[in-house]
C-alpha cells in the first residue's frame, strides 16, 4: 500500500469525548460511540465523524489509542463512522491491528524492545504495595498486559515515589487528573506509528493528541495539532510544528479534524 500521507490520532479527548469532557454545547447532531453504567464515555459530532470518514478515504487514518484492544473495538467505528482504518495502534504502541486482528511481528518487535525491562506482574506488585499505603486496593487495570492503569488521588510526593521504583525497573509513571498510567519506558505510540509509515512508505506524517503520551507521536510528526485544554498542552508542553486548537471538547474535536483534512491537501 503507497500511501503518502498517513493521519495519526489519538483518540478520547482528542476526537472523542465522554460526557465530562464534551465541553460547551455544540451545534448540530452527536453521536454516542460508548456508554458505561450509563454514563456516555465517548461521543463525537456527526460533523466530525464525516470528516474522519473523508479523511480515511483521502489518507491512511492511523487511530493511536491507549485503549486496549478491546475498549478500541467497543467504539465498533466501522459499525458506527462506516471507517475500517486498516491499522490501529491500540495500548498505546504496544499492540498493532492489521485489518483488525492482532499483529503478530509488532507483537514480537514490543517484546523485544521490552526484553530488558522488569515484567509487569513485578511493577504491578510495586503499585499494589504504593496503593496500600493510601488505603486503596485498586482496581488496577491492565491493559492487555502491556501497562497499568489505576484511578487515585495521592498525596504529595507519592508520585514521584512511585516513581522512582518504577524508574529502576524500566518503568515510567505518567498522570492524568487521577488516572495514573504505569507503562515500560520503552512503549510509546510513537513507535508503532514509525512502524505504519515503514510499512506503508508514507512521505508525510501527521499527528493529533492530548496527553504526555501522545508527546513523542506528535514530536516525530511533519505536523501535528493539540488541543488547548489538553493536558500536554495545559502543562506548557508545545512544538513549534504542533498548532494548538481554539476550540475545546468536541468542538476541539471538529477542529482537529477539519485540521487533519486540511492536510491531505498540503
Ligand atoms: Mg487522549
Partial sequence: ????????????????????????????????????????????????????????????????????????????????????PPFVVCAGGGVLLTGGELDGDWSAVVRDRLAGVAPI??????????????????????????????????PAGWLEELAAECDVRGWRVVAHGEKVHVLPAALTKGAAVEEVRRRTGARRVVAAGDSPLDADMLEAADAGIQPVDGRLHTAGRGFAHVAVTTTTGLAAGEEIAAWLLAQTEV
Avoid at 504491578?124 to 497499568?148: E, K
Wanted: with cysteine.
Fill in 121 to 154: 506482574g513485578e511493577v504491578a506488585d510495586v503499585l499494589v504495595r504504593h496503593l496500600a499505603r493510601l488505603d486503596v486496593a485498586g482496581p488496577v487495570r491492565d491493559a492487555d498486559g502491556c501497562f497499568l492503569v489505576v484511578r487515585v488521588r495521592w
Fill in 1 to 84: 500500500m503507497i500511501t503518502s500521507l498517513l493521519a495519526a490520532t489519538d483518540l478520547d479527548r482528542t476526537l472523542v469525548h465522554s460526557a465530562r469532557a464534551a465541553g460547551p454545547q455544540v451545534a448540530g447532531p452527536v453521536l454516542g460511540l460508548e456508554r458505561v453504567r450509563g454514563v456516555v464515555t465517548a461521543q463525537l459530532t456527526r460533523r466530525c465523524a464525516a470528516r474522519l470518514g473523508e479523511l480515511d478515504r483521502r489518507a491512511l487514518w492511523l487511530p493511536a489509542t491507549t485503549r486496549s484492544v478491546a475498549e478500541y473495538r467497543r467504539l465498533d467505528l466501522e459499525g458506527r463512522l462506516g471507517v475500517a
